[in-house]
């Protein structure tokens, strides 16, 4: 059976800070992309982040970058994203997914959802003071 599962969501205070786990079994972690989505209240779903375990390499949206950071623990079967310098507009529902082939495309194409074999159930951010 397939299982992502989310944590480490949570309220935080603008410019803190908060690291999501996703937590990935039933099958072969290097051999799928893993990547973070985000969905805000009235918005469409966007993609955040990915990371190849093949390579290492990752894709960051633009406008995160300098603030968020993805990463994976082979050995733990685990996607990260850290989060700094939160701002209210970060507060939405984070998801982790996977595609089936593991290569980074440094591009839009990267996030197409109709590539996601797999999702977690989300897990909720709220930046506020």
């Known amino acids: 059976e397939v299982r992502l599962v989310e944590s480490g969501g949570g309220l935080v205070q603008p410019g803190g800070s908060l690291r999501l786990s996703c937590a990935v079994s039933g099958f072969t972690f290097d051999d799928y992309a893993k990547c973070w989505f985000r969905q805000a209240p009235g918005k469409e779903r966007e993609g955040v982040s990915c990371t190849s375990s093949i390579d290492g390499s990752t894709h960051l949206r633009d406008p995160l970058k300098g603030r968020f950071t993805i990463s994976s623990d082979n050995a733990k079967n685990t996607v990260y994203l850290q989060m700094n310098s939160m701002k209210p507009d970060d507060t939405a529902v984070y998801y982790c997914?996977?595609?089936?082939?593991?290569?980074?495309?440094?591009?839009?194409?990267?996030?197409?959802?109709?590539?996601?074999?797999?999702w977690g159930q989300g897990t909720q951010v709220t930046v506020s003071s």
């Open positions: 997914a996977v595609r089936r082939d593991s290569i980074i495309y440094y591009s839009d194409y990267d996030f197409d959802l109709e590539l996601f074999n797999y």
